[in-house]
């Protein structure tokens, strides 16, 4: 499960990084308390382009034919087992893979003493790439929206919880980007030496609060319990 993450860097910065032209127009937020509905920058290929871009895609994917978007927000997770399955995703997974560049993500594991947030980021500073679908909803104004994939969770994530993003090592997103590789594939499991390079560090409650969007949330504090077990939530 991946419900809020950070994201600092700007479009332009993501477009260097990725070798991709930002389209963005500014209207991609970035900070590092990301909810769905957010408008967040993806990475994608344009087929009019003939090239990668940077695009802002409201997190949580709306199928077309759904009559309203107010249902997105469910739908900010694809489970990696089944997107090639599901109606919703099938036609994406085919067509509009994306990736969505990240600083770290937020989980929160249950406990005798509440619910202690943890976030979870590279150990050198480079951003994380989780595999991702774009869709387009609507005529008039299309809206483009996406989804983060999960995987279940390797190594010392397991503890935190059953589930974690799809990440992307350097060397698996352009076979993501492209209609290249089979689906077998592309959706492996998370690489467990990836996971080694990561950071897992208890964080403040105020994370919890969609409205508190600022560097400080991603600091470490002393958690209220040490990991146990996963839970679901």
């Known amino acids: ?23 963005t127009e500014g209207s991609a937020d970035r900070g590092y308390n990301l909810a769905p509905t957010r408008r967040v920058p993806v ?18 994917l709306v199928p077309p034919w759904s009559k309203s978007p107010k249902n997105g927000p469910r739908m900010m997770n694809a489970r990696s087992e089944t997107v090639t399955t599901l109606p919703a995703y099938r036609s994406p997974f085919v067509r509009k ?7 770290g993500w937020y989980e929160w594991q249950k406990g005798p003493r509440g619910r202690q947030p943890y976030y979870t ?6 951003p994380l790439v989780f595999a991702g679908l774009w869709e387009m909803w609507g005529d008039d104004e299309p809206l483009m929206t996406c989804t983060v994939l999960t995987a279940p969770a390797v190594g010392e994530l397991q503890p935190i919880h059953d589930r974690m993003p799809l990440l992307l090592s350097r060397d698996r997103i ?7 590789g089979a689906a077998e594939n592309l959706l492996a499991g998370v690489d467990e ?31 209220s319990e040490p990991p146990s077990a996963p839970t679901l939530f």
Do not use: Q
Request: hydrophobic share 35%; net charge negative.
């Open 121 to 126: 980021t590279a150990r050198d500073g480079e």
């Open 43 to 60: 990475v994608r290929v344009s087929r009019s382009m003939e090239r990668r871009v940077v695009s802002a895609a409201r997190w949580g």
């Open 174 to 180: 352009d076979d993501w980007l492209t209609d290249r």
């Open 193 to 223: 030496g990836l996971v080694e390079g990561l950071e897992i560090r208890p964080v403040g409650s105020a994370v919890g609060n969609v409205r508190n969007d600022s560097v400080e949330l991603t600091k470490r504090v002393e958690p």
């Open 1 to 23: 499960m991946c419900g809020r993450y950070a994201s600092s860097r700007s479009s332009t910065e993501l477009a260097t990084l990725f070798d991709a032209v930002d389209v």
């Open 97 to 103: 893979r994306c990736v969505v560049p990240a600083d």
